[in-house]
């Protein structure tokens, strides 16, 4: 009865007025905790959860973030298939589109972080998986411009919530050092999703009917399919450790094993100077700009890549094809990632490898060969998707080196918030005038490629910087029972060091 103790423990811990908390204050985990045995975990038993969880968790993840970048890029497919044609929209309405979904994106996030730490997480995915599956259905039924752009941001609001809900997920699960290779094998449904819709893309093409067009039918069964999935969420995705159909033994194993981590689990009280630490934080703002200015290239490549290619002189149905590769780099440059920044315990050096590969080469083949060498140019457009491996390392950044609840669940929404802007200038820099090269586009790349480079390496000497410092200061810091579980932020706990 070793925890009994705990919520007694907690009370050392001190807020910032120097009163002593509530027991409400911690971590729901240590307050589960407080009412079971403990029991010994073997390695053997370990691996066995670990694997447990690897099957029953990440691909209902995988399947949520793959219909997430599915249903936001079908219309990508839906333009070269006839959607401008049908509905009467111009280009510059149509890269519009791309730019209102991220408005709202951005715009919910801070709501969407409130509720998500409020209400069950895996509960609050779910119902937001099958809202935005209806959404998509709706696309169906779109017209006009007007019609389009509401369910762009209806899309977009509902769309937002499932990146945090992620993050959260893999840090109330994952030791840090297993949180890469996870966030790497949810996110690669940006690849799958590139895949599935180019060869939907394709099949649809051949489809012929007087009542329904084929990007019609391509909206239509996709949002049918994404409804499904957020039922499944609702049913099977658990809330928390604790809430789990897990064993008994199995939910003590799966919260003791986290303790390592120093992050906690999960905290339903939302604590207003958490919010301000986030803010006043060195790391929020670089990891922001880092994220901000590689996810230029990413919203340009993510609503723009079929034209793009179709630009470079094919018909819709090569177009089609020939958007297959990006999905496979893709996948591979993010499994690739999440591997091998899961084996050596590094995020940054991955970060920017990732993009001197699609940013640098990539970016400059595209936007410097000549306009005749389609090989060059297809080259530089499928490296330009490697850029997107180096977003889950920012996720996992933030799931790593972020701790307190209220302060991880702020800093998931400034991530997602950074991300949008990315993806709302991204498009920006496509225009009509431009066309069929987007010169101007291509060197826009290239140049925010170069400034998340060099904020990767600032924040990476601030990671060394500060871990040194607490080194210094708090050597031979005794340790608190139980302190991994007191809601501390990463700041406030001086036995806490960064992942870089």
Same mark, same amino acid.
């Given at each position: 009865m070793e925890n009994k103790t705990s919520l007694t423990m907690a009370t050392e811990k001190m807020d910032p007025e120097g009163q002593a908390p509530k027991a409400t204050d911690v971590d729901a985990a240590l307050e589960y905790l407080n009412h079971e045995d403990t029991t010994v975990m073997t390695e053997i038993d370990e691996k066995? #959860?670990?694997?447990?969880? =690897?099957?029953? &968790?990440?691909p209902l993840m995988w399947a949520c973030y793959n219909l997430q970048y599915l249903d936001k890029t079908l219309i990508n497919y839906? !333009?070269?298939?006839?959607?401008?044609? =049908?509905?009467?929209i111009t280009g510059n309405q149509f890269s519009l589109l791309a730019t209102l979904f991220y408005v709202t994106y951005l715009v919910f996030e801070l709501p969407t972080g409130y509720l998500m730490q409020r209400l069950p997480t895996a509960k609050y995915l779910g119902a937001n998986v099958i809202l935005w599956g209806l959404i998509v259905t709706l696309n169906s039924a779109a017209k006009s411009w007007a019609a389009l752009a509401t369910l762009r941001v209806l899309l977009g609001c509902f769309e937002s919530a499932v990146a945090p809900a992620l993050i959260l997920v893999t840090s109330m699960w994952y030791k840090r050092s297993e949180q890469p290779a996870r966030v790497g094998f949810w996110y690669v449904g940006t690849g799958t999703g590139t895949i599935i819709g180019a060869l939907t893309s394709f099949g649809f093409q051949h489809y012929e009917s007087e009542v329904f067009t084929p990007w019609q039918i391509m909206f239509l069964l996709f949002g049918l399919i994404t409804m499904v999935v957020g039922v499944l969420t609702m049913i099977f995705l658990p809330d928390s450790p604790m809430k789990s159909r897990l064993t008994r033994e199995e939910k003590i194993w799966a919260i003791e094993r986290l303790r390592e981590n120093q992050t906690g689990i999960e905290n339903k009280h939302f604590k207003m100077y958490q919010v301000r630490d986030c803010f006043t934080d060195p790391q929020t703002w670089l990891i922001a700009l880092i994220t901000i200015t590689s996810n230029i290239p990413n919203?340009?490549?993510? %609503? /723009?890549?079929?034209? &793009?290619?179709?630009?470079?002189?094919y018909t819709s149905k090569e177009t089609a094809l020939l958007s297959i590769p990006s999905g496979v780099v893709g996948c591979i440059s993010v499994i690739s990632a999440g591997i091998c920044a899961?084996?050596?315990?590094?995020?940054?050096?991955?970060? &920017?490898? @990732? #993009? #001197?590969i699609g940013g640098i080469l990539g970016g400059s083949l595209l936007a410097f060969s000549d306009p005749g060498n389609k090989g060059a140019l297809l080259t530089g457009n499928y490296l330009l998707n490697v850029?997107?491996? %180096? #977003?889950?390392?920012?996720?996992? /950044?933030? $799931?790593?080196? /972020? $701790?307190?609840?209220?302060k991880k669940v702020t800093m998931?929404?400034? +991530?997602?918030? %950074?991300?949008? @802007?990315? !993806? &709302?200038?991204?498009? +920006?820099?496509?225009r009509d005038a431009d066309k069929p090269q987007y010169l101007p586009a291509k060197i826009m790349v290239v140049a925010a490629t170069a400034v998340a480079i060099i904020t990767t390496g600032v924040l990476m000497a601030y990671y060394a910087w500060e871990n040194k410092k607490r080194d210094r200061l708090h050597q031979g810091l005794e340790h608190k029972e139980n302190s991994e579980f007191f809601d501390l932020t990463d700041r406030? !706990?001086?036995?806490?060091?960064?992942r870089w």
């Open positions: 066995a #959860l670990v694997r447990k969880l =690897d099957l029953t &968790i990440v839906a !333009n070269v298939m006839g959607l401008q044609e =049908d509905t009467g919203g340009a490549v993510s %609503s /723009y890549q079929a034209t &793009i290619i179709k630009g470079f002189g899961a084996k050596f315990n590094a995020r940054g050096p991955i970060i &920017i490898i @990732l #993009l #001197l850029i997107g491996a %180096s #977003l889950p390392m920012a996720y996992s /950044y933030s $799931a790593a080196n /972020y $701790a307190g609840h209220t998931n929404a400034v +991530l997602l918030m %950074s991300f949008c @802007l990315g !993806n &709302i200038i991204g498009p +920006l820099t496509f406030e !706990n001086k036995e806490f060091r960064y």
